[in-house]
């Protein structure tokens, strides 16, 4: 109700302000006739100098209303787009650790059983969140990207060229084009 509001009460304002020219201009067609038999034209040439000056302002003050508009609709595209953001952020430990569950083998049938149900729970989840944008960075095997993964380890692997990631060691996500977490990597030297 207040962005309407204020689109409102700037649409006034810019009313306003074309009201005000119009009377200025009248009051100043009908002055320069009466001063231009008196005065000469110095009258004139001062009223046209205020006429081009309040032009000026009236489309200065458009122009800042048309950048105002495009920012708030920027602002309210981004606005939309990355709604998700914290409760992504939030969720990312809860993927980590159903990744580690996972990770476990399983001595008996029902642990089996149990992981089979965890695995259907972690799959649903991860659905649901790349619904809302989620993107897994990949990572092993990669060129190093530092916008995308950071170094916590080196090793030397004389098999493989340099700055290549060689292990993921913990995934690194994003919400369709921002990094919400980058990918911690142990690369090679």
């Known amino acids: ?3 309407n509001s204020e689109v409102v009460n700037e649409d006034v304002v810019v009313d306003d302000l074309n009201e005000e020219m119009n009377t200025e201009i009248i009051s100043d067609e009908v002055l320069s006739e009466e001063t231009i038999d008196s005065e000469g034209g110095d009258i004139v040439k001062e009223f046209t100098m205020k006429l081009q000056e309040e032009e000026n302002k009236r489309l200065r003050l458009h122009a800042d209303y048309e950048n105002f508009k495009r ?3 920027l602002d309210k595209e981004a606005q939309q787009k990355y709604r998700s953001q914290n409760i992504l952020t939030n969720l990312l430990p809860v993927l980590d650790n159903f990744s580690r569950a996972l990770s476990l083998e399983a001595n008996s049938e029902e642990v089996s059983s149990m992981m089979t149900g965890m695995e259907m729970i972690y799959r649903t989840l991860l659905d649901a969140l ?7 960075i990949e990572a092993e095997d990669k060129d190093f990207d530092p916008n995308f993964h950071q170094a916590i380890m080196t090793e030397n692997d004389p ?3 340099s700055g290549i990631v060689l292990e993921e060691l913990q995934k690194g ?7 919400l977490r980058p990918s911690m990597v142990k690369v090679n030297e």
Do not use: F
């Open 130 to 136: 790349e619904a809302e944008g989620l993107v897994e």
């Open 71 to 73: 920012r708030v609709t």
């Open 1 to 3: 109700m207040e962005k």
């Open 159 to 161: 098999d493989k060229p």
């Open 173 to 179: 996500y994003l919400l369709k084009d921002r990094v």
